[in-house]
């Protein structure tokens, strides 16, 4: 009994570690938020150009690992924070490029 407990369990963790872990498939689908039902035409025809849309997209804050330098100036409980753009409503920080292109995404669905 032990050994086929045994033999599941090796299963498992391989096929985990080689990424065919289900619920990691399950919660990185969950994020993909189809962002033309999120923001209307009307709502989009507002932004004067894609430096407007990602002013006015919501912000997220992350925590980031301070640096030797700020460690050095403030002491080693510091917590260095970004604060950024989340242009595709999926609650994480996004780069300008991905700002770009939800915002052309909206353009070549409502602007076009």
Known sequence: MMRIALFF???????SILG?????????QSKNIDIT?????EQFLKYRHVGDFI??????????KAEPEDITEYGKGVV????GSDCDRD??????AKCNAVYY???VKYAR
């Open 80 to 83: 260095k924070s970004l604060t």
């Open 55 to 64: 002013e006015n997209s919501p912000k997220v804050t992350i925590t980031v």
């Open 9 to 15: 369990i090796s299963i498992l963790f391989f096929i």
């Open 91 to 96: 609650g994480e920080m996004d780069s300008n």
């Open 20 to 28: 065919f872990n289900p619920m990691i498939a399950i919660a990185s």
């Open 37 to 41: 039902t999120v923001i209307s035409k």
């Open 105 to 107: 995404k909206l353009w």
